[in-house]
Nanobody, 121 residues
Framework: VQLQASGGGLVQAGGSLRLSCAASGRTVSNYAMGWFRQAPGKEREFVATISGSGLSSYYANSVKGRGTISRDNDKNTVYLQMNSLRPEDTAVYYC???????????????WGQGTLVTVSS
């Protein structure tokens, strides 16, 4: 599975962004998809994940209520809508694919290249 993340950019605090992750290669609906992020000088952290069917999703406490993960299996694309962005959301955001729904980065076998989100105060 090849993953291509996009949609990052510079946004003011309080603004919104929608990240996209386009997948190709294998049937993406067979995989749970997740978003992770890594801020400068920090470890990669879980943001959100969604099951292959799209019926189940989980969020990190830091984005709960502000982020929405969704997927369109017909388009082989996963989205992360982020609202009410904060400077602490600044990070490189990565999408990833896992055989099962998981909050743990090590469970994900395919990774995209990342897209940078910068939130200015």
């Amino acid at each position: 599975v090849q993953l291509q993340a996009s949609g990052g950019g510079l946004v003011q605090a309080g603004g919104s962004l929608r990240l996209s992750c386009a997948a190709s290669g294998r049937t993406v609906s067979n995989y749970a998809m997740g978003w992770f992020r890594q801020a400068p000088g920090k470890e990669r952290e879980f943001v959100a994940t969604i099951s292959g069917s799209g019926l189940s999703s989980y969020y990190a406490n830091s984005v709960k209520g502000r982020g929405t993960i969704s997927r369109d299996n017909d388009k082989n694309t996963v989205y992360l809508q982020m609202n009410s962005l904060r400077p602490e959301d600044t990070a490189v955001y990565y999408c990833a694919a896992s055989p099962s729904l998981s909050l743990i980065a090590g469970q994900y076998v395919y990774w995209g290249q990342g897209t940078l989100v910068t939130v200015s105060s």
